[in-house]
C-alpha cells in the first residue's frame, strides 16, 4: 500500500491555468505561503487552447462593456510587464458591407466609454497593407489588440511564484476537498503518474480549476453555474495577416484571425459540451470554420491548415433560471465571479470562476485581496508593476548571437530568459548541442535536454509545451523521433519510449485528423513512413 504523502500551505490553489498560477504568483509575492495543485501539466487546458489574442477590450464593447472595460485596462497592465510574451501586432474591425452600419456606430462610442482607442483608417489603405482581404469592406477600425504566447506567459508566472517562495505541483489529482464541520481543512487526492495518495492542508483553498470547478465544488454540496463551451479553432501553416482581424459586428463563431510568428490561428465556435474533457475537435467544426472564413477571407480554402484544436471555455452564469443562457454559449458574459462560501456555511474556501486569458492578473488579484482579508495579512498587489520576467541583458542577448543563428538565439532566449546561459555553455562546450532538434521552432538539442532534466517534466508531451517541440508545421514529424535518444538516457524518470513517442504522436494525430486533405494529407503520409519505418509504427489502433 503507498504512503500518504502530506503537503501543508497558507493557501492551496487548485488549477494550474493563467489564473491559478497569477493567483500563487500574487499570494507568494504578498508573503502568504501557497501551493498550487494541478491534475496535468500546467496550461495543458483551456489557457493553451485559445486563439492567443490579447484583447483590446473592443470585441465586448457593446455587449458586455465591464469585460471590455478590464480587458482594456489589463491589455495595457500585460504589455508593460510580460513584453517578452506579447507582440503588438495590432488589430483591425473590419465592417463588410453586410454589416449593420448602425452596430458599428454604437460599437465606436461605447469603446470610447471603455477607454479603447480607436482609429479608423482608409479602406484603400488597409488593402495596401492586408491585400487577402475580402473586397467588400466599408470601414477599418484600427484598435491595441496583441497575440500572446500563453504557454509562455503561464510558465514565465509560475517561475516568478517559486522565485517568492511559491510551489507547484503538476500531475496531482485533486479528488475532493477536506471538511471539519463548517471549515475547509484541505483537500485529498493522488498523484496520476504513480498512484499515490496525499492530502494538502490550509487555511484557505482557492478553487481555480476553470471548467472543472464545479466538480470540486460539488465535494462539499457547493453548485457552481459554469457553462463549459467548446470553442474550436484552426491553426495554418503561414502567416495570413499581419494583425489580428475581427469582423466588426456582434461577436459569433469564426470572426477572428491572430497572427502568431509564422502562422495564423483562425476561430473560434462556441458549443456547449457536457464534460470540459470533451475538447476534440471534428470534421464538422473544421468545416463550419472554413465556410465563415471566407467571409473575411475568401481564398481561405486554397491554404493548408496544419491542425485543429478546441478547447473549453469555463463560463459563470449566477442562475440557470433563464434556459436560453445555458443553451447558447455566446449569451453569457465574458467576465468573472470571485464567490465566497461563507454565504453557505463554509469557510475557508473561495471559488474564481468565468473570466478570459486577458484577465487573469486581475482575477488573481481580486482573489488574493479576499484571500489576504481572512488570514489577517496586510500587503497590497504588486503584480501589475513588477516584471513577471527579468530583463534579457544586452550582453546575454550578444552572447546568445554568438552561439546560435540569430533566430534561434532570439526564440530560445523569450522561452527560457535569463536561464539561457546554462543552455549557452553547454552548446559551446560540445558544439554538435547546437543542433536544431526542431527545425519549425527552432529548438536545440540543448534546449530539448535541459527541459528533460527539469524536474517538473515527466512526458514528451511535458517537453513539448515548454519548448514548443513539435508544435510547428511539421507536427512532430521529424523532431518527435529525435528526442527518443534524449529521453532514453533519463529511463529512471520516463516511461518505454515507445509509450511516449505514441502518446506524443496521438495528441498531434487528434488536431490533424479532422483536417485531412490536401497537403496536409500528404505530409501525414509522410509521418506514417518516418515511423513505420523507423519504429515500426503503424499497426497500433488509433482512436
Request: net charge neutral; proline share 4%.
Amino acid at each position: 500500500m503507498n504512503k500518504m504523502i502530506d503537503y501543508q500551505a497558507q493557501v492551496i490553489i487548485i488549477g494550474g491555468g493563467a489564473t491559478g498560477v497569477g493567483l500563487l504568483r500574487d499570494l507568494s509575492m504578498r508573503g502568504v505561503t501557497a501551493m498550487l495543485l494541478e491534475q496535468g501539466d500546467l496550461a495543458h487546458g483551456t489557457s493553451s487552447r485559445f486563439h492567443g489574442l490579447l484583447h483590446s477590450g473592443a470585441r465586448y464593447a457593446v455587449k458586455d462593456p465591464m469585460s471590455a472595460a478590464e480587458c482594456a485596462s489589463e491589455n495595457r497592465i500585460l504589455k508593460g510587464i510580460a513584453s517578452s510574451c506579447i507582440v503588438e501586432c495590432g488589430g483591425w474591425f473590419v465592417q463588410m458591407a453586410e454589416d449593420d452600419p448602425e452596430y458599428t456606430e454604437n460599437w465606436v462610442r461605447r469603446c470610447a466609454e471603455a477607454s479603447i482607442p480607436v482609429r479608423e483608417i482608409s479602406v484603400q489603405e488597409a488593402y495596401a497593407q492586408e491585400p487577402l482581404l475580402r473586397r467588400h469592406v466599408l470601414r477599418v477600425f484600427e484598435v491595441p489588440d496583441a497575440a500572446v504566447d500563453g504557454f509562455k506567459l503561464v510558465w514565465a508566472n509560475a517561475h516568478s511564484a517559486t522565485a517568492y517562495g511559491g510551489v507547484y505541483k503538476s500531475y496531482h489529482q485533486v479528488d475532493k476537498l477536506l471538511r471539519i464541520g463548517k471549515q475547509i481543512t484541505g483537500v485529498s487526492g493522488r498523484l496520476l503518474r504513480t498512484g499515490e495518495p496525499f492530502t494538502a492542508t490550509s487555511d484557505v483553498v482557492v478553487n481555480a480549476a476553470g471548467a472543472w470547478a464545479p466538480n470540486l465544488a460539488a465535494t462539499v454540496g457547493v453548485t457552481l453555474d459554469v457553462v463549459a463551451d467548446k470553442g474550436t479553432l484552426l491553426a495554418f501553416n503561414q502567416r495570413l495577416f499581419q494583425r489580428v482581424i475581427n469582423r466588426l459586428h456582434p461577436p459569433g463563431d469564426g470572426d477572428i484571425f491572430v497572427p502568431h510568428e509564422s502562422i495564423t490561428v483562425f476561430g473560434t465556435t462556441s458549443d456547449l459540451v457536457n464534460s470540459p474533457s470533451d475538447n476534440a475537435p471534428t470534421v464538422r467544426d473544421v468545416q463550419k470554420l472554413i465556410n465563415l472564413g471566407k467571409g473575411l477571407l475568401p481564398e481561405i480554402e486554397h491554404f493548408r491548415v496544419i491542425r485543429a484544436f478546441s478547447g473549453v471555455r469555463p463560463l459563470y452564469q449566477e442562475t440557470h433560471t433563464d434556459t436560453s443562457l445555458a443553451e447558447k454559449g455566446r449569451e453569457v458574459s465574458r467576465g468573472f465571479a470571485l464567490l465566497d462560501h461563507e454565504a453557505l456555511d463554509i469557510e475557508g474556501f473561495v471559488s474564481i470562476v468565468g473570466g478570459k486569458f486577458t484577465t487573469y492578473r486581475l482575477m488573481a488579484a481580486r482573489t488574493t485581496d479576499l484571500v489576504c482579508r481572512k488570514l489577517g495579512k496586510q500587503g497590497h498587489c504588486r503584480t501589475a508593476d513588477e516584471a513577471i520576467l527579468p530583463v534579457i541583458s544586452p550582453a546575454l542577448k550578444e552572447h546568445a548571437r554568438k552561439v546560435l543563428p540569430w533566430g534561434a538565439a532570439s526564440k530560445m532566449l523569450e522561452r527560457v530568459g535569463s536561464d539561457a546561459e546554462d543552455i549557452l555553455h553547454s552548446i559551446e562546450s560540445d558544439p554538435t548541442k547546437g543542433q536544431m532538434l526542431c527545425e519549425c521552432e527552432m529548438v536545440s538539442l540543448a534546449e530539448v535536454e535541459r527541459a528533460v532534466a527539469d524536474d517538473d517534466v515527466h512526458f514528451l508531451s511535458d517537453i513539448r509545451r515548454k519548448t514548443r517541440l513539435g508544435m510547428g508545421t511539421c507536427q512532430g514529424a521529424f523532431c518527435g523521433y529525435r528526442a527518443i535518444p534524449l529521453l532514453r538516457r533519463a529511463k529512471d524518470k520516463y516511461g518505454p519510449f515507445r509509450a511516449e513517442i505514441q502518446n506524443f504522436l496521438d495528441q498531434r494525430w487528434k488536431g490533424i485528423r479532422p483536417v485531412l486533405w490536401g497537403a496536409q494529407l500528404r505530409e501525414t503520409e509522410l509521418t506514417r513512413g518516418i515511423y513505420g519505418g523507423l519504429l515500426r509504427f503503424g499497426g497500433e489502433r488509433r482512436k
